[in-house]
């Protein structure tokens, strides 16, 4: 066993640790135990997302003195775990952060041991699916922390690359505003098509895990269970890359509201698992933590109409579109209202929007239920939204509307987990 004094940890917390099973068969060593328990309250804790952010606290204030946090993040067996320091600075080395992982009976530490000073931006992988981050601070004088962000392999990265997106006029196609996207280049992309046939798409969807897809409530509040086709670019062609499966059972969000369009979420568990290829693969599923910045850039795909009263697209479009700030997007929709054109209001909670002030750029009907997907610094995609509603399609002053899935994403890690 590698002697916990020759860690940079807290030597205290971590002396002769016990093996532990990752899958839960026994308890996390006693001393690691502890110093979870022990973490300070306004930091630290467990992460369970396949995405996420820890920040050091008061980020991007500087931290207080005299602090010790602890966060496990944990991702699924036989994943590993990519943490990505966008920024970092402690007051000397009195004040660190260390990365650990277990093998065995070993505490292994990761990125060069304590991690001190100021940095560029750096990564640090992991062997397994389950690492710690330890942060401490002295009593001295405060220093200006840390940003990270993590996520998990086997999820959010695409074999094929995207067509560089170029923003079109409104009235010359696309999704409405954008272009066709490269085959493959998205491919937790799901056409929902019809029960009766499972030819006619009505609704976009994400593939999240091998039996599961995400969509809009409202695409099928009905009842109904419908074809789910993935690996899909052109809706009239069959390339050989696509595959149907059919819905075993639907799980609609306890809270949602048909009208006010709350918690517009709902997981689809399929007959059978799909097979992950260049084409089929999921992305990742944020922790609660993993909110995209307003102003941040993320990316909406589907098969929507190309202007409002338009056809659907043929083939899978693209855009880009930023997120707008909840307060602002509030307003908007509230002076829509007093003019008897709103639908509905916003409900931060549990929803969140894009779009460009002066319009132009939108999701669509025939898009509902699709992604809204944001990359991290560690170049993983996240599913940030669902396509939920709007006012109209790509009119200024009214962004698109998405069901917030950070917000939501508990919900959906325990239904799967409780359904499969």
């Not at 109904?224 to 086709?229: F, Q, R």
């Not at 929709?333 to 909670?349: D, F, W």
Request: net charge neutral; with cysteine.
């Amino acid at each position: 066993m590698q002697p916990c004094a020759s860690l940079s940890f807290a030597v205290a917390m971590l002396v002769c640790l016990v093996p532990f099973s990752v899958a839960g068969a026994r308890p996390l060593p006693r001393k690691l135990q502890r110093a979870l328990d022990t973490s300070d309250s306004d930091c630290g804790g467990e992460r369970s997302g396949e995405v996420g952010t820890i920040l050091s606290p008061n980020y991007p204030q500087n931290y207080p003195a005299g602090k010790l946090c602890v966060w496990r993040i944990t991702t699924g067996i036989g994943r590993t775990i990519k943490i990505t320091f966008n920024k970092f600075h402690t007051m000397g080395c009195k004040d660190y952060v260390g990365v650990y992982e277990t093998k065995g009976e070993s505490v292994l530490p990761l990125g060069g041991g304590k991690l001190c000073n100021s940095k560029k931006p750096f990564n640090i992988q992991s062997k397994t699916n389950v690492v710690f981050v330890v942060f401490k601070s002295n009593n001295k004088g405060p220093g200006q922390g840390f940003n990270a962000t993590y996520s998990a392999s086997g999820c959010g990265v695409p074999v094929i690359g995207p067509n560089p997106w170029s923003r079109l006029a409104a009235g010359s196609g696309r999704i409405v505003g954008g272009n066709d996207a490269r085959p493959g280049s998205w491919p937790w992309q799901v056409s929902i098509r019809s029960w009766i046939d499972g030819k006619y798409h009505f609704c976009g969807g994400t593939l999240v895990d091998k039996q599961w897809v995400v969509t809009a409530a409202h695409c099928v509040d009905g009842g109904s269970k419908p074809y789910l086709t993935f690996g899909e670019f052109d809706r009239y062609l069959n390339d050989g890359t696509e595959k149907t499966i059919f819905t075993e059972e639907i799980f609609i969000h306890p809270g949602y509201n048909n009208s006010l369009l709350t918690n517009d979420i709902a997981l689809l568990k399929m007959t059978s698992p799909v097979t992950y290829t260049a084409y089929v693969h999921p992305v990742c599923l944020p922790d609660a933590s993993m909110e995209a910045d307003v102003g941040a850039v993320c990316t909406i795909t589907g098969w929507g109409r190309f202007l409002e009263g338009s056809t659907t697209a043929r083939r899978l479009q693209q855009a880009n579109v930023p997120i707008v700030n909840s307060t602002a997007c509030s307003e908007m929709y509230a002076q829509l209202a007093e003019r008897g054109e709103g639908l509905h209001t916003i409900h931060p909670q549990s929803m969140v929007c894009a779009g460009y002030p002066e319009g132009g750029v939108d999701s669509c009907q025939g898009d509902s239920g699709g992604p809204l997907v944001c990359q991290s610094s560690t170049g993983a995609h996240w599913l940030q939204g669902v396509v939920s509603w709007g006012h109209g399609c790509a009119r200024a002053d009214a962004p698109g509307v998405y069901a917030r899935v950070p917000s939501l994403a508990d919900w959906i890690r325990q239904t799967m987990q409780t359904n499969s």
